[in-house]
């Protein structure tokens, strides 16, 4: 069985440019998670979205924004790129309910200059 | 509200000798409590996970109880080997919800 996948696994912005990112979910899986693991600062959590609807988001700006398709794959989108962004932005998706906890993909590296 | 607080690393032991981590957390309701962990250059893998006090889970010879009298949830493994050479999380979630609230992290480094 496929594990989550993330594309690209590397990618370089200027600052003030726009970031794509990708994830696949666990075939099964109709929810996706996205968090930023910034040096230092641990995990943050970014986004939830389920059945293609957002449910939750954390504490960032609106920059930060995202979709989920109907094959339940997502996209995380960075506006306006800032130094700050640079960062490991990870990708996880579980079953309704997540109760067996999350499965992570190896995330993508987006490093801003 | 939920949180959760891992000891500092990073933590350097020897090839076999007993490791713990520390973890408690904070919690508005009744949590379900995970420990994930992060090889290098890769994503995060759950490694246990306990639903309710006095549960132990268990995994590649790791260990953790949850202990609701001390908020806590540490990480025992009687001999660490150098392939455990990684970061560990701590994380509580909820059933309801699906947020989870991860600790910090603690690298751990195990030399021959």
């Known amino acids: 069985e496929a594990g989550v996948t993330q594309s690209p696994t590397h990618l370089i912005k200027t600052r003030g440019q726009q970031a794509t990112l990708r994830c696949s979910p666990i075939s099964g899986h109709t929810s996706v998670y996205w968090y930023q693991q910034a040096l230092g600062l641990g995990l943050q959590f970014l986004l939830w979205y389920d059945e293609g609807e957002e449910r939750n988001r954390g504490n960032f700006p609106p920059r930060f924004s995202g979709r989920q398709f109907p094959n339940y794959s997502s996209e995380l989108n960075v506006n306006a790129l800032e130094l700050e962004d640079s960062a490991l932005y990870l990708c996880a998706s579980s079953s309704k309910g997540g109760f067996d906890g999350y499965t992570f993909g190896s995330g993508t590296r987006l490093t801003v200059v | 509200g939920n949180s959760v607080t891992q000891m500092e690393g990073p933590v350097t032991l020897s090839e076999e000798a007993f490791l713990t981590i520390n973890c408690t957390y904070t919690a508005t309701g009744y949590p379900s409590l995970f420990w994930y962990v992060q090889y290098p250059g890769e994503g995060l893998q759950l490694l246990l996970k306990?639903?309710?006090?006095?549960d132990k889970g268990s995994n590649k010879g790791f260990e953790a109880t949850y202990r609701k009298e001390t908020t806590s949830f540490h990480l025992e493994k009687g001999s660490v080997q150098v392939s455990d050479s990684a970061v560990y999380f701590c994380?509580?979630?909820?059933?309801?919800?699906?947020?989870?609230?991860f600790g910090t992290g603690t690298s751990l480094t195990v030399i021959p």
């Open positions: 994380a509580l979630s909820f059933v309801l919800g699906n947020q989870f609230y």
């Open positions: 306990a639903t309710k006090a006095d």
